[in-house]
């Protein structure tokens, strides 16, 4: 019914009647040809001497008729539809009122099928009234000259048995006329507003249609912010605990370092055999302060981001602190990491939520590659490559796990779709990246062989945003 009422829409109204003249003349043509010629068994009846001379009469008018359903599969059908019509309905009047002429005239039973026509122009047809008028018209008229052809007796009771007869004839040819008009103006008042109540329906539906967009729109709306809202109390919690965990290890690391310097006072002191072991294992210590420094001070700064401050940001500064918080998990799946960077390159946007992209992106890598079994030699590994390639700042994170199926490649960055099962993700670690990429002019991609790799482009402007 949809798609009727589309097509109904999508009509003028003049069109429309023509479709609707088409579909019924076609079905009305059909039941002439398959009619005409069982008055045959009328005929043998009424007028056995001529019964296969009217059969003639009647086979010619099916064969002649056969060609309008074809005429009516074409343009020129389609654009003259209501002269085939007049065809349709004329065509079987004409042979009738022939055998009128060539039988008794006015006092012919064969009057009765011309009734029948107009009475299918109204049931089947279901013309207009203007076309139902006109051809009424014309089925009278040529009754009135089969009848005056034929001719009356010059005088006595046939001539007036025969002028009752025609009288009651043409009464009822016009009575069920006024029936055909009638129901003929009838049904297109009907057509016009089946029409106007498919436009009103096809409106309502379009409302429809735009309120549940706009309302599925308001609910992702509200399922991101609730996604935002709980990530964002989860940063303030991490931030609170990890703020004590690092004011902490701060202070032990400062102690140890004074600790340190303090010791290395002593070191002439110390016997000289022993010197030089003395140094390096001081040496070590000094490296070894540093590095817990260097981590405490970027996971400082990954519970405590700036999300307004952009700028030029050392793509190696980004994967090696990804490569930080996502180590334990490597190391635990026994993945190994491979990287291949550029020296210098970098990237324009919010340091804190560029890592967060390399992070999400390495945590995906690590469960393709733990639902992969490896054999011959292989090993899981993920690969993090950086180039600056034609005014582009290109990252890949390839991994070579169990890879992405056509068929969803095309929705993962989809929010809420997920290839995972059930509690192992929730369907917006790669659309908020998408974001987030989209947010410094870049563009994220995916390419995907399932069973053999999975890869995501990050590709950024080499220079910021103006």
Not at 363 to 372: E, G, I, R, W
Not at 375 to 402: C, M
């Amino acid at each position: 019914m949809a798609g009727k009422g589309t097509d109904i829409v999508s009509l003028t109204q003049e069109a429309y009647e023509q479709r609707i003249m088409a579909k019924h003349l076609r079905v009305g043509c059909w039941l002439v040809i398959a009619l005409m010629p069982f008055g045959f068994i009328l005929d043998s009846f009424y007028y056995h001497d001529e019964r296969w001379h009217f059969l003639a009469f009647r086979l010619s008018c099916s064969l002649l008729l056969t060609a309008i359903p074809f005429l009516l599969g074409t343009e020129f059908g389609q654009r003259n539809c209501q002269g085939l019509g007049l065809i349709v309905a004329l065509m079987p009047a004409f042979f009738i009122c022939l055998m009128i002429y060539e039988t008794e005239g006015a006092a012919s039973p064969y009057y009765a099928g011309l009734n029948l026509i107009l009475l299918a122009i109204a049931f089947v047809l279901r013309w207009g009234e203007g076309l139902s008028l006109l051809t009424l018209t014309l089925i009278t008229f040529m009754y009135l000259v089969a009848c005056l052809l034929h001719g009356f007796p010059d005088s006595g009771p046939m001539r007036a048995k025969m002028f009752s007869e025609f009288a009651n004839n043409l009464y009822f040819l016009g009575l069920t006329g006024v029936i055909v008009v009638t129901g003929s103006r009838i049904h297109q008042r009907l057509r016009l507003r089946e029409k106007a109540l498919s436009q009103q329906l096809e409106a309502s539906k379009a409302d429809l249609e735009r309120a549940n967009q706009e309302l599925a729109g308001a609910f992702q709306s509200l399922r991101n912010t609730q996604h935002q809202l709980v990530e964002s109390e989860k940063q303030k919690s991490l931030g609170i605990l990890a703020g004590g965990i690092i004011h902490d290890i701060g202070n032990t690391l400062n102690h140890v370092r004074t600790n340190l310097f303090s010791l290395r006072k002593k070191a002439p002191l110390v016997a000289p055999e022993h010197a030089e072991y003395f140094e390096q294992i001081s040496n070590d210590l000094e490296v070894g302060i540093k590095q817990a420094m260097s981590t405490v001070q970027r996971v400082r700064v990954y519970t405590h981001p700036n999300t307004e401050t952009r700028g030029a940001v050392a793509v190696t500064d980004l994967v090696d602190s990804a490569a930080l918080f996502t180590n334990s998990v490597c190391r635990e799946a026994q993945v190994e990491v491979q990287l291949k960077l550029m020296a210098g390159q970098t990237v324009f946007g919010n340091k804190q939520s560029l890592i967060d992209v390399l992070i999400n992106l390495i945590l995906n890598s690590v469960d393709a590659l733990k639902d992969k079994s490896f054999a011959n030699g292989d090993r899981p590994s993920i690969r993090i490559e950086s180039i600056l390639e034609g005014g582009r700042s290109l990252i890949w994170v390839k991994d070579n796990g169990i890879g992405i199926d056509p068929a969803s490649q095309a929705r993962v960055f989809d929010p809420y779709f997920t290839t995972k099962d059930v509690g192992r993700g929730t369907g917006l670690g790669l659309p908020t990246c998408k974001t987030t990429v989209e947010q410094y002019g870049g563009r994220i991609s995916l390419q995907s062989e399932p069973g053999k790799f999975t890869e995501i482009t990050l590709d950024f402007p080499a220079n910021e945003l103006k």
